[in-house]
């Protein structure tokens, strides 16, 4: 089946560096997204990783192995409107379909 | 400025009535989708539509219908056959139908039943 693993929670101090974690469990891997919600509003998007490495964009960097199944998103620099919701997805395939499977999410709040 | 326009932001269903939730982009996107969140879960897609006068099934489609027949807009009419529609609805485009394409995301639609 398909699978995407996140921790639930995690909590950092502001100026902090956190890294949030991700694994997956899918068919034909066609790239890993990193969104981030604010409570009550609509998710935004941060990265998208489809080859292995790490991409860089400012505070925030996400990594990608494709053999492991593995990513993680990294927030550098942590500042309190960071307190959000950060959602992986996965575009695999569902059948004969191609979709974007998403995580629970991980909640991280960023404390003074 | 170019973006997706939920509305309602909240939305009140009585017993056995159909509501709708709109759903505008002015983003020139091909593809549509319609997500349903709720506390605990992940997004869930009801409906996607990859081009106009054109729509799909999603995971969860039943008591849900979609209609496409301007590229510009992608409606979602909870019908009284959803028996559980309290829920924070999202709306997102993507440029085309290719799943490596991002998703832009309303402001979504939080509904609640009466």
């Known amino acids: 089946g398909q699978n995407i693993d996140q921790p639930t929670e995690m909590t950092a101090t502001e100026g902090a560096i956190v890294q949030i974690n991700c694994t997956y469990q899918?068919?034909?891997?066609?790239?890993l997204f990193w969104y981030q919600q604010h409570a009550g509003e609509a998710p935004t998007f941060l990265s998208y990783?489809?080859l292995d490495g790490l991409e860089e964009k400012g505070r925030f960097s996400s990594f990608l192995s494709r053999s492991k199944g593995y990513s993680y998103l990294l927030l550098k620099e942590l500042q309190m409107k960071d307190s959000a919701s950060y959602l992986c997805?996965?575009?695999?395939?569902?059948?004969?379909?191609?979709?974007?499977?998403w995580g629970l999410g991980t909640s991280l709040a960023v404390n003074p | 400025d170019g973006g997706i326009t939920q509305s309602p932001k909240y939305l009140f269903r009585k017993e056995g009535q159909n509501v709708t939730l709109s759903c505008e982009q002015n983003?020139?996107?091909?593809?549509m989708y319609w997500y349903r969140q709720d506390p605990g879960q992940g997004l869930r897609l009801i409906y996607y539509?990859?081009?106009?006068?054109?729509?799909q099934k999603g995971d969860i489609a039943e008591g849900y219908s979609v209609s496409r027949e301007k590229k510009e807009s992608f409606p979602l009419t909870v019908t009284s056959a959803q028996k559980n529609p309290t829920a924070f609805y999202l709306c997102?485009?993507?440029?085309?139908?290719?799943?490596?394409?991002?998703?832009?995301f309303g402001a979504g639609t939080r509904l609640s039943v009466l």
């Open positions: 997805a996965v575009s695999a395939y569902a059948g004969n379909n191609r979709k974007l499977i």
């Open positions: 539509s990859q081009i106009v006068n054109d729509f």
């Open positions: 983003l020139n996107h091909d593809a």
């Open positions: 997102a485009s993507s440029i085309s139908p290719g799943q490596e394409n991002i998703q832009y």
């Open positions: 990783n489809v």
């Open positions: 899918t068919s034909g891997f066609n790239g």
